[in-house]
Nanobody
Framework: QVQLVESGGGSVQAGGSLTLSCAAS????????INWHRQAPGKERELVAG???????TYADSAKGRFTISINNAKNTAYLQMSSLNPEDTAVYSC???????????WGQGTQVTVSS
């Protein structure tokens, strides 16, 4: 089992920045990838960015150039640095993780990000 705890959400003005953290605990030795997702009210959840243990990253088009995902393997923590935020970025941001050769996807509880104009 893997437990994920997100932190760092909050309210920010348009153009501002926030950094989210996703701390993993439990059976983390075989963690292979951590992803960040978001879900705005009335919209489907979307994948924002992902990072592997080796540091390979992927981004949604909406995140490219503004968001940076990184991982600290020693702390089993992934970070999502968000800049140039706009009201369309308002959502609940959640992280998920998968382990090597295991089908389960683990989820955190989510953290609210609100961007005001």
């Amino acid at each position: 089992q893997v437990q994920l705890v997100e932190s760092g959400g909050g309210s920010v003005q348009a153009g501002g920045s926030l950094t989210l953290s996703c701390a993993a605990s439990g059976s983390t030795v075989s963690l292979s990838v951590i992803n960040w997702h978001r879900q705005a009210p009335g919209k489907e959840r979307e994948l924002v960015a992902g990072v592997t243990r080796s540091g390979v990253t992927t981004y949604a088009d909406s995140a490219k150039g503004r968001f940076t995902i990184s991982i600290n393997n020693a702390k089993n923590t992934a970070y999502l640095q968000m800049s140039s935020l706009n009201p369309e970025d308002t959502a609940v941001y959640s992280c998920s993780a998968k382990r090597l050769f295991r089908p389960e996807t683990y989820w955190g509880q989510g953290t609210q990000v609100t961007v005001s104009s």
